[in-house]
């Protein structure tokens, strides 16, 4: 799996949960600040990585440099895939 297809499915995983967002997604987005606004968000987000992409995260993966955009949220789920 490539970043770009793993960027592609954060992102329409993204605007799929959250359609009240207005702003462009892109792989630079401040997640944490334009997405993900209340806990509950980053927790669904961490189901549906863990789901989609068969990973498991731990207490110390859910981190604001893991987080903070698509792009670091892409190199981190590969990373996990590459184990």
């Not at 702003?23 to 927790?43: C, Q, R």
């Amino acid at each position: 799996m490539d970043k770009n297809t793993v960027i592609a499915q954060l992102a329409a995983h993204l605007q799929h949960s959250a359609p009240e967002q207005t702003g462009e997604l892109t792989p630079d987005t401040p997640l944490l600040d334009d997405w993900f606004a209340h806990s509950m968000e980053v927790i669904q987000m961490v189901l549906f990585l863990e789901q989609r992409f068969g990973i498991k995260l731990g207490d110390a993966d859910i981190s604001a440099d893991n987080f903070e955009t698509l792009d670091a949220l892409s190199d981190f789920v590969l990373a996990k895939l590459a184990g």
